[in-house]
C-alpha cells in the first residue's frame, strides 16, 4: 500500500499543500498574513475581534446594522450553565487551564441543543457559542481557583472587554479592552497551523464542532505551538535584566536549546504580527511601569538573531508568541493563561475551518484525512513473526 504513494516521510508534513482553503493565507517569504483577502495590517487596530468573526465565518466584513446585530447575538450566548461552574469546581487548584478548558469544551457540548444535529445551520450556531463561551469558562476559572465569586458576563460590553471584566471583577480600562481586543484579531487565524489542521481532521470524520474544537485546544496547548508564549515569558524571568540577554542566547544555542518565540515553520522572515504587538508590549510596560520585559525581548531578538545568523547562517524570525508574552504580563494576566488566551481567539479559525471542512461546496477535498506511514519495526528476520501462546513464551 505504502509502496503505490509518494512517500514523504520524517518531515511534519513541511511544504505540502494537502487542501484547498478560502478562510486565510500565509505568505512565509513575503511576511504577509491575510485573513479573506484582507492583509493583517489592514485589520489589525481597525476591527474588532467580533468584526474578525464576521469576516471569518459570514465571509465578509460586516456594515454597521449587520454588526449591530452579529454583536447581539454573540453576547447573548455568553452565560454558562450552572452545572458547568460547579462540575469546574471539582477540578484541583493547580489543573492546567488548557485542560481545563479541553474539558469546559466537551461539558459545554453536554448542553448544546443542536449536538445531534448535523446541518451547517446548527454547526454555525455552535461556532457562535463555543466563540462566545470559552471565554466564560475560562475567566469563571481563574476565579474558582483563587477561591473568589465567578462573575457573570455583561452584554453591554465588548467581546474582549467583557472578558477582562469577568476576569478581573472590574471594567478595564479602555485601551486594555482595545490592546486585548486587538490581541484576539491577530490570533484568530492562521491557516493549516498544527491546531487547526487536528479541528479539521476531526470534523473530517463528521465528528461535530465541539469534538473538534477539543482537539484544537489539545493540540494549542504543546510548547511548540500555542504554548510557546508561556515559554517565553518564562524564558524573559530567567534572563531576568538585559545585561544578561547575550550570555543567555550564546549558552541557549551553545547547548542546542531553542529560544522561544523565535522561528516559524511558515514565515522565513518576521510573522507580521510581531510587528503589531512589539509596541503594544512597548506601551503597556510604560504604562504599568514594567518597560523592562518589553527591553530584554527587544534586545533579546536583536541579539538572537544576530548570533542564529553567525552561528547557523540562517534567519531566525520573531513569531507571534514574543511580543505578546510581555504584553498579556503587563496587562496583569497570569502566565498560565497566554496560551488559554490564544485559544479563545483562535477558536473563531477553528470553528470556521470545521465549517468550511464540513460544507463547502466549491474546494474539492477528501473525504477523511488519513494518510499513510511506512512501518520500519520488526518482522523476528521472518515473513512475519511466528506466534508463540502465553504459556510458551
Ligand atoms: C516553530 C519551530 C518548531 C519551527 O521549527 P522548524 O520548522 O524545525 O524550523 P527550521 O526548520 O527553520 O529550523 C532550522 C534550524 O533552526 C533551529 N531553530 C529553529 N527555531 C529555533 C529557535 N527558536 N531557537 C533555536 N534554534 C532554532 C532548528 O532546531 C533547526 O536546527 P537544525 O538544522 O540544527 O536541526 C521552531 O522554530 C521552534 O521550536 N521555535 C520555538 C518555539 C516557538 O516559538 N513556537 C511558536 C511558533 S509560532
Redesign the pocket.
Known sequence: MVEECKPVLDTGL?GLVIASSKISDVRGSEGKLIYRGYLIQDLADKVSFEETVHLLIHEKLPDHKELKAFKEKLAAERHIPKEIVDALKTCPHNALPMDVLQAGVALLAHHDPDIRDQSREASERMAIRLIAKLPTVLAAWERIRNGRDVVPPRDDLDHAGNFLYMLKGEIPSEEEAKFLDTCLVLHAEHSFNASTFAAREVASTKAHMYASVAAGVGSLSGD??GG?NVRVMQMLQEIGSIENVESFVEKT?REGK????????VYQVDDPRAFILAPMSKRMGERVGEIQWYEISRKLEKTAKKTFKEK?G?D?PV???FYSASLYYSMGIPVDFFTPIFAISRVAGWTTHVLEEQFAEAAPKPALYRPESKYVGEYCGLEQCEFVPLDKR
Do not use: T
Open positions: 513541511r511548540l505551538h510557546a544555542l531553542k529560544l522561544m518565540g523565535l522561528g516559524h515553520a547557523k540562517l531566525l513569531n507571534v508568541d
